[in-house]
């Protein structure tokens, strides 16, 4: 919808015509009639095409109607008032760039006769363009129409200034628009890019049923592979530990045989492993590059799954000694895949303009279905257990033999090996663009290596961002872990005389079915305004609270047969939906889209430790008190996860990565910024409310400053074509740059220099400009 639909009245724009045009040919030394009936021109002195359209006098408004005159009228010859009053009053595809002349022409007209009549042809012609002698309001009102930043239609720069994926159509944030009006627009933008991209795929199916399943394959799949083989094979630790005591008990349930550390420390080392991974890999991760550290995982991981199905020792205790160490390992592999695959799904959306509208729209969506194939890999992990000691037990029954038990835990590994093979291979041969948005950040700030100094910097600024992703994930693991107490709960109530693991394990897979429910709930709401990620999370941790609160003081009445039970298992299966619906994919997400690229891997992995801290904490706690005392302490976690959420996490939905990169670039450089990633709409009550960073926010400001970015991008992007250089490094870092320097931003500044400009770049969008092509000295 173009911004203006009002059509101007035709008198008072061929007055306007008539008055400006006359003022441009009085500058120049010449005169002009013009009769209005006719519609003839009549001028003693010509002007070429090029001075009359860089004529400085006319109003801005007219400048919109000039430029789109150069872009549908550019074979003409020469031009005149004749041609100026059709290119204003004839096509009706040019009606909707005039704005309303019944309040602009009066004070237009105004500034270009008093203009005239101030020019006596003997002084400085230039005196004619400075403006009559006009009252302090009136100016006022014409630099603010003048300034590019402050005018409703922003013109050529529209698109890269206020693309209306995030601006309302006069150039206002969406989220500075008054409550009915944000909603409406929110609800108007989002449904029709759900209608695009509906149309999109019905497009696909229409075409090939199968291409709508590759394409989700191609990009969420193969990008989640990793948290898929991390899901499948350390979730299958806890299932095979009750296989384990069911057939070496003297080992694995009474120590007589194992020393009870050693059996303990199964769980312990794995953890320490992935700790180890997520802040080793992290900071790799932003040191040597994110494909370096994905394919780092990759490989542990596969030697890990080798180890773990070749894991043997003389003796019993030898053999577990021999599993522990294996599983720490595989867990620092495992550990590498959090900071990896969220930085990966987030940075590796594309390049260029149409990656930013992916970006702001779909990120949180494509960083949880990511993140979902760790739920996926938890299901098929239990699903191929529960198949495989049906095969080698011949049921589900005990007493299970030490053949069937090595057999099932050796080949529950097997299965998962050609998944993470295959990983290793996709990694190195199909992963492109990984490093992108790290070089680029290197590139705009002027650093190499690791960036400490960003990193301090991020420590004393952005110290409540890491409050809120650390304590939000360390309560949320912990939680995480609180809920596996209801299944031993319910289990001994509904079957109190079972011995068989399959009991467990079916109740675990459909608890896992019911997670998946809340991931793909999660993933398609995650990006909605109206939700978003603070409240997503928020609401989480206090549902979580509450499924936990209520059997910590109501245990005995929901653990009785009956109604009761129902009860707790009701709760049991909302905790599991509201914890994926919640902060387990909010806390994977946030981690690393709050903080900039430059250290955006070690911050994602310092939380992720953090949250491994969660989960170790009650796998040591849980040995030495009881269920119900267990149900007493795991709520306050949630409540102290919500608090922290609400006082600490700013929501970022809706912000464009590139835009917080650009902040982040402002502060670094010790510059002051002024954009929207500093609304309050994308702060914390913290940094509102304390660190008050929303201060500096000011629109006007911020638009006059990225008209100057745009003009910096631009003269690389001419100076390159005078090289006769490809506008294109290695990594397409330069290319995605200079993909911004669209059509309409090169007639924007070639105007502003006054002469011709070459061609935009090849990956814009927009129809060629034929100007003509000029090399820049």
Not at 180 to 187: L, P, V
Not at 246 to 255: D, F, M, Q
Request: aromatic share 14%; hydrophobic share 40%; net charge neutral.
């Amino acid at each position: 919808m173009p911004p203006f639909s009002l059509k101007p009245r035709r008198k008072a724009v061929r007055r306007l015509f008539e008055s400006s045009a006359d003022l441009c040919y009085s500058s120049k030394g010449g005169s002009l009639t013009y009769d209005g009936i006719k519609g003839n021109a009549q001028h003693t002195t010509g002007l070429d095409r090029d001075s009359l359209m860089n004529c400085a006098s006319l109003p801005k408004p007219l400048s919109a109607i000039r430029q789109q005159y150069m872009k549908t009228y550019q074979d003409a010859q020469a031009i005149g008032a004749k041609s100026l009053h059709r290119a204003a009053t004839g096509p009706d595809d040019l009606d909707p760039l005039i704005p309303s002349y019944d309040t602009d022409a009066p004070l237009l007209m105004k500034q270009s006769k008093m203009a005239s009549e101030r020019f006596d042809g003997s002084a400085d012609p230039s005196i004619a363009l400075r403006g009559p002698q006009l009252t302090a309001e009136e100016k006022n009102e014409i630099a603010d129409r003048e300034n590019p930043a402050n005018y409703s239609d922003i013109g050529l720069l529209r698109d890269s200034i206020a693309p209306l994926d995030s601006y309302t159509e006069d150039g206002v944030y969406w989220a500075d628009l008054p409550a009915r009006q944000r909603n409406a627009w929110i609800t108007r933008t989002e449904g029709a890019e759900s209608r695009r991209e509906f149309g999109v795929v019905w497009a696909m199916f229409k075409k090939d049923p199968l291409e709508p399943i590759r394409q989700y394959f191609a990009r969420y799949v193969a990008t989640g592979m990793g948290l898929f083989v991390e899901g499948f094979t350390l979730f299958s630790i806890g299932n095979l530990s009750a296989l384990f005591s069911a057939v070496w008990p003297t080992c694995w349930s009474t120590h007589t045989v194992c020393a009870a550390n050693w059996v303990y420390g199964v769980n312990y080392l794995e953890i320490v492993g992935i700790i180890i991974g997520q802040i080793l890999v992290g900071i790799e991760g932003d040191w040597i590059g994110r494909k370096f550290g994905m394919m780092q995982d990759a490989v542990i991981m596969a030697i890990g799954t080798l180890m773990l199905i070749a894991s043997w020792g003389t003796s019993l205790q030898g053999w577990v000694i021999c599993y522990a160490f294996s599983l720490l390992f595989y867990g620092i592999g495992v550990g590498g895949e959090y900071p990896m695959t969220s930085t990966r799904s987030m940075e590796g959306v594309g390049s260029g303009r149409n990656a930013t509208t992916a970006d702001k729209a779909h990120r949180g969506r494509t960083v949880v279905l990511a993140f979902l194939m760790q739920g996926w890999g938890q299901f098929i992990n239990q699903a191929a257990l529960i198949i495989l000691l049906l095969i080698f037990n011949g049921g589900g029954n005990p007493p299970y033999s030490k053949k069937t038990a090595q057999w099932t835990f050796r080949l529950s590994f097997v299965v998962v090996l050609p998944f993470t093979l295959w990983l290793v291979y996709y990694r190195y041969y199909k992963v492109t663009y990984a490093d992108a948005a790290l070089k680029r950040s290197r590139q705009r700030l002027g650093t190499s290596g690791y960036d400490v100094a960003s990193l301090n910097l991020a420590l004393r600024y952005f110290w409540p961002r890491l409050l809120a992703t650390t304590i939000g994930w360390f309560a949320n693991d912990f939680a995480f872990y609180g809920n596996k107490i209801f299944t031993s709960e319910f289990i001994k109530v509904i079957s109190p005389q079972s011995k068989s693991v399959v009991t467990s394990w079916n109740w675990s897979l459909l608890n896992i079915g019911v997670s998946l429910v809340g991931y793909y709930l999660a993933a398609f709401f995650i990006d909605a305004k109206h939700y978003g990620r603070v409240r997503m999370q928020l609401v989480g941790f206090l549902a979580d609270f509450v499924c936990f609160v209520i059997p910590a003081f109501a245990y005995k009445t929901l653990t009785k047969p009956g109604s009761g039970i129902k009860g707790f298992q009701a709760l049991f299966f909302l905790s599991s939906f509201f914890q994926q619906f919640g902060p387990n994919c909010v806390t994977f997400l946030v981690a690393a889209e709050v903080y900039p690229a430059s250290i955006r891997a070690t911050a994602h992995g310092v939380s992720a430790a953090a949250g491994k801290l969660g989960a170790l904490a009650p796998t040591i706690l849980y040995n030495y008190i009881d269920a119900e005392t267990r149900f007493k302490v795991v709520p306050w976690f949630a409540l102290f996860g919500a608090i922290a959420t609400f006082l600490f996490l700013p929501d970022v939905t809706g912000l464009d990565l590139r835009e917080q990169e650009r902040a982040w670039e402002y502060l670094r450089t010790e510059r002051e910024y002024h954009g929207v990633a500093i609304h309050p709409r994308h702060l914390s009550i913290w940094e509102i409310y304390v660190q008050k960073r929303h201060r500096h926010y000011n629109p006007a400001l911020d638009r006059q400053e990225k008209i100057d970015e745009l003009r910096d991008l631009y003269k690389g992007y001419t100076r390159s074509k005078a090289m006769e250089k490809d506008a294109e490094s290695e990594d397409g870092v330069e290319a995605d740059d200079y993909s911004f320097v669209s059509d309409d931003v090169v007639a924007y500044f070639s105007k502003e220099k006054g002469s011709l400009a070459p061609k935009a770049s090849p990956g814009s969008d927009e129809t060629n400009v034929a100007f003509h092509n000029e090399k820049q000295s």
